[in-house]
């Protein structure tokens, strides 16, 4: 297959058009090299004969064109991530999160030939009372900037694939974790901070609840998803959830613990606005096809602390200015009102 894979280096994205291309695919990725991307992602692949990068925008709608024109399936992991800065700057993420995903559409919708594959999340369901598990067909309820332009991407999604008759495909994924994310996400920021024995700014109480998922899990459900793509037109939503859902204080006691560091690292911090106490998905539609998660969260922490452990010259040029400017202003008060 020749899969254009946007936002391939950044964490989820590389993972995936590596493994595309292990498996015998030819893979265009389409990368506009924002903070967060990591080209050394992709490095193993970088000179490989199946695999082409292009540094671009997914707004550009006439280079989105010229690209889609020229695959079988389009992987959309291309967005803004990071719901804390989708509360310092709530604009690039319409624009990223809605519009770009309105270029692919249009570029879909101009080809025809292309299948549209869309990375969503759990949190365009908004904070979930305890017992509750989203359902595919469930109501958006999304309450940062980050989760409503998910959620607006994905009517916009709904709208071409009913106006247009475009089978396209939703894939709504609860927590990622694993090598290669960016140190200012929660995980990736609490163990490096841990193995470098600084404090963990934890949101509130650390109540909210997450489910969390490998990364490697996330590869294999993209794997039998591309095998088996709708060809009916409408948005058809799959949810990947592990089931394994953890409140955010558990898990920051459990990476004090991997990287060898007492729990009282761990400083309870000014929560952020409209933090959602809890997600979690409903995925029995994907274990029905025979997916189920490989790897358990107990199992995936300890191996991911150990890869931030040791390959700090992978991760180490992301704590650049740029990096400190943004922690201080999202943790420096916090941190400094303890
Ligand atoms: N990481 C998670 O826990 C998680 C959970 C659920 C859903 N998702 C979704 O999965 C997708 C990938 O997430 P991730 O964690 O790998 O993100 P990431 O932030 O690690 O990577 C995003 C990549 O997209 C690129 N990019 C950003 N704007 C772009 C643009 N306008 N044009 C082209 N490229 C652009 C960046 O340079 C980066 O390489 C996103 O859609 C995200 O909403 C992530």
Request: hydrophobic share 45%.
């Given at each position: 297959?020749?899969?254009?894979?946007?936002?391939?280096?950044?964490?989820?994205?590389?993972?995936?058009?590596?493994?595309?291309?292990?498996?015998?695919?030819?893979?265009?990725?389409?990368?506009?090299?924002?903070?967060?991307?990591?080209?050394?992602?992709?490095?193993?692949?970088?000179?490989?004969?199946?695999?082409?990068?292009?540094?671009?925008?997914?707004?550009?709608?006439?280079?989105?064109?010229?690209?889609?024109?020229?695959?079988?399936?389009?992987?959309?992991?291309?967005?803004?991530?990071?719901?804390?800065?989708?509360?310092?700057?709530?604009?690039?993420?319409?624009?990223?999160?809605?519009?770009?995903?309105?270029?692919?559409?249009?570029?879909?919708?101009?080809?025809?030939?292309?299948?549209?594959?869309?990375?969503?999340?759990?949190?365009?369901?908004?904070?979930?009372?305890?017992?509750?598990?989203?359902?595919?067909?469930?109501?958006?309820?999304?309450?940062?900037?980050?989760?409503?332009?998910?959620?607006?991407?994905?009517?916009?999604?709904?709208?071409?694939?009913?106006?247009?008759?475009?089978?396209?495909?939703?894939?709504?994924?609860?927590?990622?974790?694993?090598?290669?994310?960016?140190?200012?996400?929660?995980?990736?920021?609490?163990?490096?901070?841990?193995?470098?024995?600084?404090?963990?700014?934890?949101?509130?109480?650390?109540?909210?609840?997450?489910?969390?998922?490998?990364?490697?899990?996330?590869?294999?459900?993209?794997?039998?998803?591309?095998?088996?793509?709708?060809?009916?037109?409408?948005?058809?939503?799959?949810?990947?959830?592990?089931g394994e859902r953890l409140p955010n204080r558990v898990v920051a006691e459990a990476i004090c613990r991997l990287a060898g560091r007492d729990e009282s690292l761990i400083q309870r911090v000014e929560d952020r606005p409209g933090h959602d106490r809890r997600y979690a998905l409903n995925s029995r539609r994907l274990r029905s096809r025979g997916w189920r998660p490989a790897v358990r969260f107990e199992e995936g922490l300890e191996r991911t602390v150990r890869w931030y452990a040791g390959n700090a010259d992978a991760w180490a040029a992301a704590e650049n200015p740029e990096f400190r400017e943004y922690?201080?202003?999202?943790?420096?008060?916090?941190?400094?009102?303890?």
């Amino acid at each position: 297959m020749r899969v254009l894979v946007t936002g391939g280096c950044g964490f989820i994205g590389s993972h995936v058009a590596r493994a595309l291309v292990a498996a015998g695919h030819a893979v265009t990725n389409l990368d506009a090299l924002t903070y967060a991307s990591n080209p050394a992602n992709v490095a193993s692949i970088a000179a490989h004969p199946r695999y082409r990068f292009v540094e671009g925008n997914i707004c550009d709608s006439a280079l989105v064109r010229e690209l889609v024109a020229d695959v079988d399936v389009v992987i959309n992991f291309a967005a803004e991530t990071h719901v804390d800065r989708s509360l310092l700057d709530p604009g690039i993420f319409v624009r990223t999160d809605v519009e770009g995903v309105v270029s692919l559409l249009e570029a879909v919708r101009a080809t025809r030939t292309a299948r549209l594959v869309h990375m969503s999340t759990d949190e365009v369901f908004g904070s979930l009372a305890p017992g509750v598990e989203a359902e595919e067909e469930g109501q958006f309820a999304p309450t940062s900037p980050y989760s409503a332009s998910k959620a607006a991407a994905e009517l916009q999604v709904r709208a071409y694939a009913e106006t247009y008759e475009l089978p396209v495909t939703v894939l709504r994924s609860c927590n990622v974790y694993g090598p290669n994310q960016h140190i200012e996400k929660f995980i990736p920021l609490f163990i490096t901070r841990a193995l470098a024995g600084v404090p963990l700014p934890l949101y509130g109480d650390g109540l909210q609840e997450r489910e969390w998922i490998h990364v490697d899990d996330i590869v294999a459900a993209v794997g039998l998803l591309l095998e088996h793509l709708p060809g009916a037109a409408g948005a058809h939503a799959i949810h990947i959830g592990s089931g394994e859902r953890l409140p955010n204080r558990v898990v920051a006691e459990a990476i004090c613990r991997l990287a060898g560091r007492d729990e009282s690292l761990i400083q309870r911090v000014e929560d952020r606005p409209g933090h959602d106490r809890r997600y979690a998905l409903n995925s029995r539609r994907l274990r029905s096809r025979g997916w189920r998660p490989a790897v358990r969260f107990e199992e995936g922490l300890e191996r991911t602390v150990r890869w931030y452990a040791g390959n700090a010259d992978a991760w180490a040029a992301a704590e650049n200015p740029e990096f400190r400017e943004y922690f201080a202003r999202q943790y420096g008060e916090r941190l400094g009102a303890v």
